[in-house]
């Protein structure tokens, strides 16, 4: 079997939804799983109108409701089941309107709503074009998780649950088409696996169920060099590790689920990165292990950032001075990204978000802190063996510039080296150093070795 998840943007409309459905037939003979996201923007817009509820009273669901209800229309299918969802959804935006709270539970119920919806249209459609389809809800295909609303875990159970839900819908021929990044607590409470967790649903599935592969259709080439919005002439890379699109995914490229490589990488299945708008594009393949590394992957950025650093000469020799500096972090919830330390100084990076002024104060008593916003940290995601030409390079490329480097991370295993400097200058970082690692598109290169 394969599995095969379709995005937001790969089911915006109903031309998109037929075109879905062309893309499921071929593949009918290697037994499809199909994983599907609310359809267009529907999780924007559900908590949209959640903060409107919340904020105004006003309870409104009438471009959700058009944009499902005209859908069906133009697929001339029947799907009676969607009725009753938008009618519950109605009465809980009441609820929060009335309750005037929107907890991290009432959240992930409220956008569980553009999940079931889609997988009611998408399966309505496909059983109407002659496929024999069945819409499951994630719990029904044996997705549970942990309490942790808006980022919750699938718990262990879940290895054995999936298999047993879904294989054998497979062996009687028909498509089940599951509602991606939902999931239910032990209480049976509506969990979300974070935004984009359609592709960790789908993964799940395919790794528990031992599946030959998984496509994820998006609405680009593949895995790109750079951010085509900040390098226009990026190209699709042919080839990555699961450990490498990790790193892709949480710096930035946002291609991917940060967490979405994790089932796979355990029963190495391999994961396609697909474009739904371009299905003769090769896509990106994802594996456990390459032969023949290019020595730079990607490149990529992300700016409101904060850079905090802190010296103590009490730092000196003292054990236990970075826990308790540390605790005071885990004290406000503020989750630090890169770490920098000398003997007397450490640096540190956290995303704008926070809030820092109690922090600031705290940490006053052990140190002198200095904050400064408005930083970027440009990732170089290459080969660790060739760290230290990445490093010349990517420094002789800053030195050109005249751009000064602030502050470097470079884990001794990883496949990431990062680097502070301005958000102004971001930009103009990024593209130099697209133009000196990948100057013109190189396509031989990485072969796959799985
Ligand atoms: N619909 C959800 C979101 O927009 C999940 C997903 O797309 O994977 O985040
Ligand atoms: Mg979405």
Not at 247 to 274: D, N, S
Not at 284 to 305: M, Y
Not at 344 to 371: G, H, M, N, P, Q
Not at 409 to 423: C, E, L, P, Q, R
Request: charged share 20%; hydrophobic share 45%; proline share 4%.
């Amino acid at each position: 079997m394969i599995v095969m998840k379709f995005g937001g943007s790969s089911l915006a409309n109903e031309a998109r939804i037929r075109h879905v459905a062309e893309l499921v037939k071929p593949e009918l003979p290697r037994k499809p799983v199909l994983v599907v996201s609310a359809l267009g923007d529907t999780t924007d817009h559900l908590l949209e109108a959640a903060v409107t509820a919340l904020e105004t009273g006003i309870v409104s669901i009438e471009g959700i409701t058009a944009l499902h209800k005209h859908t069906i229309q133009e697929l001339n299918i029947d799907v009676p089941k969607i009725m009753p969802l938008l009618a519950e959804l109605q009465i809980l935006l009441v609820g929060i309107s009335l309750v005037k709270e929107l907890t991290g539970k009432t959240k992930d119920y409220l956008v569980s709503f553009g999940e079931r919806l889609a997988a009611r249209i998408v399966a309505a459609y496909c059983q109407s074009a002659g496929i024999e389809a069945t819409a499951l809800d994630a719990w029904e295909g044996g997705f549970v998780s942990d309490s942790h609303f808006t980022a919750a875990e699938l718990v262990p159970e879940s290895w054995d649950l999936i298999p047993a839900k879904i294989l054998p819908l497979i062996d009687a021929g028909i498509l089940p088409v599951l509602t991606g990044f939902i999931a239910q607590d032990r209480q049976g409470a509506i969990t979300t696996l974070g935004r984009g967790g359609s592709d960790l649903s789908a993964t799940m599935i395919a790794a528990a169920c031992k599946a030959e592969e998984v496509q994820i259709w998006k609405d680009v080439d593949g895995i790109l060099t750079a951010d085509p919005r900040i390098v226009p002439e990026a190209w699709p890379v042919e080839a990555v590790t699961y450990e490498e699109a990790a790193e892709l995914a949480y710096f930035g490229a946002q291609v991917l689920h940060p967490r979405a490589m994790q089932p796979c990488m355990r029963t190495k299945t391999p994961v396609w990165i697909k474009n739904s708008y371009n299905p003769q594009a090769r896509g990106t393949q994802i594996v456990a292990r390459l032969e023949k590394k290019r020595p730079v992957l990607g490149i990529t950025s992300r700016n409101q950032i904060t850079l905090v650093d802190i010296v103590s000469t009490r730092m000196l020799g003292q054990p236990g001075f970075l826990a308790e500096l540390f605790a005071d972090f885990a004290k406000y919830g503020i989750s630090v990204d890169m770490v920098a330390t000398s003997e007397v100084s450490v640096s540190l990076t956290l995303d704008a978000a926070y809030d820092l002024d109690l922090l600031k104060k705290d940490l006053s008593r052990i140190a002198d802190v200095e904050i400064k916003a408005g930083k970027a940290i440009v990732t170089i995601i290459g080969d660790v063996d060739k760290s230290s030409e990445i490093l010349q390079q990517a420094f002789g490329v800053c030195a050109a510039l005249g751009i000064p480097v602030q502050m470097v991370s470079h884990g001794a295993s990883k496949v990431n080296i990062s680097f502070i400097v301005n958000d102004t200058q971001s930009v103009e970082v990024v593209q130099g150093l697209h133009k000196h690692f990948f100057g013109a598109p190189i396509l031989e290169g990485r072969t796959t070795c799985i």
